[in-house]
């Protein structure tokens, strides 16, 4: 997503070897790491990106349309993924529990229950199910909650979960007047974030990586680069520069 706002910003500034290279590199290593949520979301970034750049009613109306087909998809993955032959790719053991996700997401919506309206402050997620790890493992689950919603309601409570979706929507909103494809970034974002809870931390490689996405789309000086850098051609050309001997000497040279 990154390199794709990148190239859209700004086109000369890769050739094309060096977009094939780029983008052959990170497709490779995401199909090596065997991530399928990683998978999901950069498929669902690229079609939606070219359906959002036609329109984005269009967008909004295949966005319904796949979240409608991707619950028939679930309710016969098993059939579909070895029809593919897919099923040592997908890791066909561990897609109906979602590698224990299902387990973890209703063990921490029984718990929510607790802390509703403001949670239960910092690290009360990751406290909750340390103190329960022995029943989780035997359920057949190992980690945390996975889940960047529930993560961030078990610690805010709704109120902070709809405090913070408030800011999330608007900043694409507003990115989405200068990039016709930031909604497919917003969706896809979403659906990452509902298998893992990388939104609500700070120390990994993906939270930094959406920051810096939101400051190119939003900020004036890099999403309207062309603007700034026109204005400030001019401001060096209607000014008037002497030029001393010693410099003469030194261009001339």
Same mark, same amino acid.
């Given at each position: ?29 995401? !199909?090596? #790491? $065997?991530?399928?949520?990683? =998978?999901?979301?950069?498929?669902? /970034? %690229? ?106 309601? !078990?610690? #805010? $409570?709704?109120?902070?979960? =709809?405090?913070?979706?408030?800011? /999330? %929507? ?84």
């Amino acid at each position: 997503m990154l390199f794709t706002v990148i190239n859209h910003l700004n086109d000369g500034l890769f050739n094309r070897f060096q977009k094939i290279l780029i983008y052959g590199t990170i497709i490779y290593f995401m !199909f090596e #790491c $065997g991530s399928r949520t990683a =998978l999901s979301a950069t498929l669902m /970034f %690229f079609v939606f990106s070219r359906v959002f750049r036609i329109s984005q009613f269009i967008g909004f109306i295949s966005i319904t349309t796949f979240i409608l087909l991707l619950t028939f998809i679930m309710a016969n993955l098993d059939t579909i993924v070895v029809d593919l032959g897919l099923q040592d790719t997908l890791r066909l053991d561990t897609l109906d529990d979602a590698s224990g996700r299902y387990i973890a997401w209703r063990f921490a919506w029984e718990h929510i229950q607790d802390f509703f309206i403001f949670g239960g402050g910092f690290g009360n997620d990751e406290w909750i199910m340390r103190h329960n790890y022995a029943y989780l493992r035997t359920l057949g689950h190992h980690g945390g909650v996975h889940n960047s919603y529930l993560t961030m309601w !078990f610690n #805010c $409570g709704i109120m902070g979960l =709809l405090i913070y979706f408030r800011s /999330f %929507f608007l900043i694409f909103f507003k990115a989405s007047k200068r990039v016709p494809f930031a909604f497919a970034i917003m969706f896809s974002v979403m659906f990452s974030v509902l298998y893992e809870s990388w939104l609500t931390g700070s120390l990994n490689p993906f939270t930094i990586i959406l920051v810096v996405i939101l400051t190119m789309l939003t900020e004036d000086e890099i999403a309207e680069w062309q603007v700034f850098d026109q204005e400030s051609t001019s401001e060096v050309e209607g000014t008037s520069v002497p030029v001393t001997p010693a410099l003469t000497f030194n261009i001339a040279q």
